[in-house]
Structure formats: structure tokens, C-alpha cells
């Protein structure tokens, strides 16, 4: 039985006999006569005192116990008579299931960040670290119930991929040849000899997939790991990442907009309500701001403004900012902040970007210099979701792949969803990690991913 599953039990405010409980010895304190173990098995932060009496069977074995060790423990839940918890197990038998060497990596003691990294297979079991990969186990369930409750179609886009959907170039690489590749007469790379028989790539976004599912299905979603090689060892950038990627028909840039800011609050208001305990943890020792953060988050109406106001408003703060602003450049993580935390103190969604900033799959405005694209910016963490309406005009969308240096013949699935009974639609991408930098008031996002790949690291 699970410490969540006593404490459920426990509304009943009655002593429980015969309990089984499994767990890993976070402390153990020796008296002459008995010991008392602090036992936690992952379910909840809050640990389970056992007390185990010198006429418990095997009790000398289990004066050996140290932390990090497993055990299973048979007992009644009874009363504490002493402080700091309500109820404590009084063991009638101990069961050693493992004994960790005293070498064991996590004591009890304050471990630094750099160093948890280290050692991930391990920093699950720390109070910080359970509490992150619950949180991000209920925000999974809780995206899913998100879209579920609004009769969106789940589906699961490729891994492996002959497409860039941002047209970055920033990809992994997937091949079956050897060191000793094949080469065409001009020494490059003869991707026909290759298991595909073309080049193949790790995937970037599910989007263009989800697109032709949205044009068929209606309303629908991806979930799932995306990679990118990009050479950057920043707090916001690794490798592999999960991105959640709405797809819907029939839908305007307003309408993305309205289901983006739904999310959002849906999420972050899942989080409080469900996930207290752990979320307390986060408030006082990470970020003593984190749920003033959050409430304006879900009780704020998200400020909307297009590119150029939001250009002219940085401009015109006289902020010294690292990166120079002009009508035409990208928003920086400096910019965001400012525009959030600073100026209008609150979230707030941009549109209309230029279209020489923005992918080609953007629907172009009939100013024929911005496309119908739009962020969603958060405080703390800037740019949370990004995304645009579709460009759903054959022709036009032709022309933009041209502009970007793009074979029609690589993408012709794509422009047949165009040719073949198209209609407007729009859809966005949310980093998950980001989500959940922003719920827990972790400013690494090596930090809220089981096994971070960042350059040079493919450790476990």
C-alpha cells in the first residue's frame, strides 16, 4: 500500500492494522531499545515514520539498514506521540529487500543542481526531483483530458521523418550505413543506398503530419518527443523535447489564439488544484513568487497585440537590451520578459509577424509582409507556445516554398491536402518542458526532463 493510499485512508481518522508498506530508507535514528526508519516509496513528498521495536524478528539485521536501502514493512498505523507528523507505522515485521552500500550518492543534505545532474538515474528519488516528475505525470494526464473534454482525435505523429517543418536544418541525422558510406560521383552521401532510400531525419514538430489528420479528422493533436541539433548549452535549450501540437480545421488565427489561452489556464489551474503538496515545495524553496505567478496567469485575460506594436513598445522603453531591436528581427527571451513582467505584467499573445521571420507554412496576410502567425509569452519564461493559421491557398503556398528554397516534388503529400479540399486551419506547439519550467519555477530545463541530451551529454 501506497503512503498516498494511507493518507486517503487516514480521512477516516482511525488506526489501520496489518499494513504492507515498500519504500526506500530516506533516515534511520538508533536508541538502545528501537529504531525509527523514515520510509518513502515515491507516491507523495511527505515520508512515513516507522517505528521498529527491539522484538521485531531479525532486529539486529536491521540495525544495518542505511539510507537508500529497500524495504517492506508489516504494522499498524497508530497515533505519533511525538511531533512532526500525526500517525506513524509501528512495524511487527521488517523485510530487507536491498542493502545500499554507505557510499550511496544521496544523503541527507542539500544536493546543488550541477551535481543531481550527474547522478539522474538517481535524483528521482530526491524530494525536489519526486516532486518534478509527479507534477509532470499529472500535467501529461492533464493535457490529454484538456483535449479530450473538446472532442480532439489523438494521434501519433513519426519519429523518423524526410521533412523539416521549421526549415532550420537544425536535424539528427538517422542512418543504416556504415562508416564507409557510399558516395555519388560528387562525394557526397548517397542517401538512395540508405534504409529509406532517401534522407531521413529525427523529427522536429509533428505538425505537417497533424495537418493532414486535422483535414481529415477535424480537431486533433499530437503529443510526443521532438529533436533538434542545435548547438546550445543554455538553461532553455536540449535536445530532445515533447512538444503538444493542436491541429484544428476550420479554425482562424483568433481561433487559435482562444484555445492556446484556454490551455494555458486549463493546465496551470489543474496544477494548483491538484498537486499542492508538491507545488508547496517549489513555492518555498525555488521560487517564493511561484503561485502569485500562476494566479495571474489563470485570472488575467491575455493582452493581445500585433508585431509592430510590440516592436515599437521595446523600442520606445529605452531598455539597454543585449540584443538590438528593429521591425524585422526575432523577439529575444529578453524581449519577452520585458513585454510580460515589465510593461504589460501580465501574459500576452503577439501577432502578424513578418513573413521573413516565420516559417513557410504561415498563411500570408494580404499585406503580403506579415503572416497570420501569433506567441503566446508568459512571465518567467517568455514564448510558451507558438503557432499560426496555415497557409491554405495552393498557389500561394507554392510560391512561399519557392521563396524558401523548398522541392515541391519532396512535398507533394503536403500540397495535395491543398489541392484536394482544402479549408482554413491553425494549430500551435507547446514545449512541455517549458510548461512545466513555468508551473514549478525551475529556471533549467535540464531539470524537468527524466534524462536531459544536451551536446556532448547522452548519458543513461
Known sequence: ???????????????????????????????KNFSFLEVNDGSCLKNMQIVVEENVPDYIEIKKLTTGSAVAVRGSLVPSPGGGQKWEVRATRLAIISLAPETFPLQKKRHTDEYLRTIAHLRPRTN??????????????????????????????????????????????????NPCMPMT????????????????????????????????????????????????????????FWMIEPEMAFCDLAGNMDLGEAMIKHLVGFIIDNCSEDLDLFARFVDTSLIKTLENIIFSDFFRLPY?????????????????????????????????????????????????????????????ETVGAMDILVPRIGELIGGSQREERLDVLEKRMAAFGLSK????????????????????????????????GVSNIRDVIPFPRTPGNIDF
Open 185 to 240: 560521383p560528387d562525394e557526397k552521401i548517397d542517401s538512395a543506398k540508405d534504409f529509406f532510400g532517401k534522407e531521413s531525419n529525427l523529427t522536429v514538430s509533428g505538425q505537417l503530419s497533424a495537418e493532414m489528420f486535422a483535414l481529415a479528422l477535424g480537431d486533433v493533436y499530437t503529443f510526443g518527443p521532438t529533436f533538434r541539433a542545435e548547438n546550445s548549452n543554455t538553461s532553455r535549450h536540449v535536445a530532445e
Open 308 to 368: 509592430k506594436e510590440a516592436i515599437d513598445i521595446l523600442i520606445g522603453s529605452k531598455e539597454s537590451f543585449e540584443y538590438p531591436l528593429a521591425y524585422g528581427s526575432d523577439l529575444q527571451s529578453e524581449h519577452e520578459r520585458y513585454l510580460t513582467e515589465t510593461h504589460f505584467k501580465k501574459p500576452l499573445i503577439i501577432y502578424d509577424y513578418p513573413k521573413t521571420i516565420k516559417p513557410f507554412y504561415m498563411r500570408l496576410n494580404d499585406d503580403d
Open 409 to 440: 516534388e519532396n512535398y507533394w503529400w503536403y500540397l495535395d491536402s491543398r489541392r484536394y479540399g482544402t479549408v482554413p486551419h491553425s494549430g500551435f506547439g507547446l514545449g512541455f518542458e517549458r510548461l512545466l519550467m513555468l508551473v514549478t
Open 128 to 177: 525536489k526531483y519526486g516532486a518534478i516528475f509527479r507534477i509532470r505525470s499529472e500535467l501529461s494526464w492533464a493535457v490529454h483530458q484538456f483535449f479530450r473534454d473538446r472532442g480532439f482525435r489523438y494521434i501519433h505523429t513519426p519519429v523518423i521523418t524526410g521533412s523539416d517543418c521549421e526549415g532550420a536544418g537544425e536535424l539528427f541525422r538517422v542512418t543504416t550505413l
Open 1 to 31: 500500500m501506497t503512503r498516498k493510499k494511507i493518507v486517503e485512508l487516514l480521512k477516516a481518522d482511525a488506526p489501520i492494522d496489518n499494513l504492507l508498506i515498500n519504500g526506500w530508507v530516506r533516515t534511520k535514528r538508533d536508541s
